[in-house]
């Protein structure tokens, strides 16, 4: 019991790319630099969102959701991975290690039936475009929010005790710079097979059942793109969708890989540079892919800027 218990007062070391200390240097700066990026893209999109009168649409609420989502993953995973890369002291609180565990799963989560709520708006917006105000009405949106955030972080409420208390057997080496389930599950002296049993019931819930209803929603969103016979009238639909079918593919193309394989299937090393990819590169490229094709934020932009149209013209 003493080994068992130790991770829970030492804390956990989080060997991350310890053994490449020219990639540490070099990672830091990556990833301090898709940080502050991150930080200000995501908090200009909810700033204009805020403050532009033509932003307060169901599209731009979920967006803003999006964003806010992104910055408390990336606040709450960066900045320990950044003490960790830009010093010798690789170590973390037990305390940290569940804090940091539990978000990541709860966020995670949040973000999977977040998109499929954006994608059920873009159907509505495009096939149903003239009943679009009645069925988004301002009380469905913070409902589908809220729902979207509560099962994420009912998700984590289940699966992040039930990772931390596994037996370790005195094991704190933990091969990774995040307190990542598949790597806090490697740590394990005991049979996991349940609790992965139980990880994947969960993730078909949270992570499968979100992108099988995104995949729907844009089925009748193809086939009425196809029946419309004006070119432009083509173009504008699939421009309405094209930033969010970017991050679907991006989002879920890492979280797949990540949490819907037995853990002894797990690369570190693999699973290192996707944590990687989706903690500081999807965060980043978010706000850019809804903004550089979008005329309304641009306008927006213009318009806390001082640039634009004045409020009456």
């Known amino acids: 019991m003493g080994r068992q218990n130790a991770?829970?007062?030492?804390?956990?070391?989080?060997?991350?790319?310890?053994?490449?200390?020219?990639?540490?240097?070099?990672?830091?700066?990556?990833?301090?630099?898709?940080?502050?990026?991150?930080?200000?893209?995501?908090?200009?999109?909810?700033?204009?969102?805020?403050?532009?009168?033509?932003?307060?649409?169901?599209?731009?609420?979920?967006?803003?959701?999006?964003?806010?989502?992104?910055?408390?993953?990336?606040?709450?995973?960066?900045?320990?991975?950044?003490?960790?890369?830009?010093?010798?002291?690789?170590?973390?609180?037990?305390?940290?290690?569940?804090?940091?565990?539990?978000?990541?799963?709860?966020?995670?989560?949040?973000?999977?039936?977040?998109?499929?709520?954006?994608?059920?708006?873009?159907?509505?917006?495009?096939?149903?475009?003239?009943?679009?105000?009645?069925?988004?009405?301002?009380?469905?949106?913070?409902?589908l929010a809220s729902a979207a955030w509560l099962s994420g972080f009912s998700n984590s409420l289940i699966m992040a005790p039930q990772t931390l208390l596994l037996p370790r057997c005195g094991h704190r080496r933990v091969d990774h710079f995040l307190c990542e389930m598949p790597a806090l599950i490697g740590l394990a002296c005991?049979?996991?097979?349940?609790?992965?049993?139980?990880?994947?019931?969960?993730?078909?819930?949270?992570?499968?059942?979100?992108?099988?209803?995104?995949?729907?929603?844009?089925?009748?969103?193809?086939?009425a793109v196809l029946r419309i016979r004006s070119v432009v009238g083509r173009r504008k639909a699939l421009n309405t969708c094209s930033s969010h079918l970017a991050v679907v593919w991006l989002f879920y193309g890492t979280i797949i890989y990540m949490y819907l394989q037995p853990a002894n299937a797990y690369s570190q090393d693999q699973g290192k540079f996707l944590t990687l990819f989706y903690t500081i590169v999807t965060p980043s490229v978010n706000p850019l892919i809804y903004t550089l094709r979008n005329k309304d934020v641009k306008e927006a932009v213009k318009k806390v800027l001082g640039k634009g149209p004045a409020q009456g013209q």
């Open 190 to 223: 005991v049979d996991t097979t349940t609790l992965e049993a139980l990880a994947f019931a969960l993730a078909i819930f949270i992570i499968l059942t979100p992108l099988l209803l995104i995949l729907t929603s844009y089925g009748y969103i193809a086939r």
């Open 7 to 143: 991770s829970s007062s030492e804390g956990f070391i989080l060997v991350g790319f310890s053994d490449r200390p020219r990639l540490e240097l070099g990672l830091f700066v990556v990833v301090l630099a898709f940080y502050l990026l991150t930080l200000l893209g995501n908090m200009a999109i909810i700033l204009l969102s805020a403050l532009d009168a033509r932003l307060h649409t169901p599209m731009y609420f979920f967006l803003a959701n999006l964003s806010f989502l992104d910055v408390c993953f990336t606040t709450g995973s960066i900045p320990q991975m950044l003490y960790n890369l830009g010093g010798p002291d690789k170590t973390i609180s037990y305390v940290g290690c569940a804090v940091q565990l539990y978000f990541v799963l709860a966020l995670g989560g949040v973000e999977c039936v977040l998109l499929a709520v954006m994608a059920y708006d873009r159907y509505v917006a495009v096939c149903k475009p003239l009943h679009y105000a009645v069925i988004m009405h301002p009380r469905l949106c913070g409902q």
